[in-house]
């Protein structure tokens, strides 16, 4: 089972980043996907989930209508678009699958904006 992050990087305020997290090993179309992120001295705290057939999507309030999460299933892909980037978005962000009994997480991909 592997989860791999990429897209991560150094970004001013403002801009915008694609990660990206390509899944393999699991049957990926049957796991809710989410993102989660953790900042330095601060706890791993979820930034946006999606459904399995990404019926569903949440956000954390201070994500909302700045990022977007979305999924391809035939690629084994998730995503995480990330606008309007804020220095207080710099985390390093992990992507999660998960479905009734299992769980699995990726290493992460480090995020900082700064100018």
């Known amino acids: 089972v592997q989860l791999v992050e990429s897209g991560g990087g150094l970004v001013q305020p403002g801009g915008s980043l694609r990660l990206s997290c390509a899944a393999s090993?699991?049957?990926?179309?049957?796991?809710?996907m989410s993102w989660y992120r953790q900042a330095p001295g601060k706890e791993r705290e979820l930034v946006a989930r999606i459904s399995s057939g990404g019926e569903i999507i949440n956000y954390e309030d201070s994500m909302k209508g700045r990022f977007t999460i979305s999924r391809d299933n035939a690629k084994n892909t998730v995503y995480l678009q990330m606008n309007s980037l804020k220095p207080e978005d710099t985390a390093v962000y992990y992507c999660?699958?998960?479905?009734?009994?299992?769980?699995?997480w990726g290493q992460g991909t480090q995020v900082t904006v700064s100018s």
């Open positions: 090993g699991f049957t990926f179309s049957s796991y809710a």
């Open positions: 999660y699958a998960r479905r009734p009994g299992y769980v699995y």
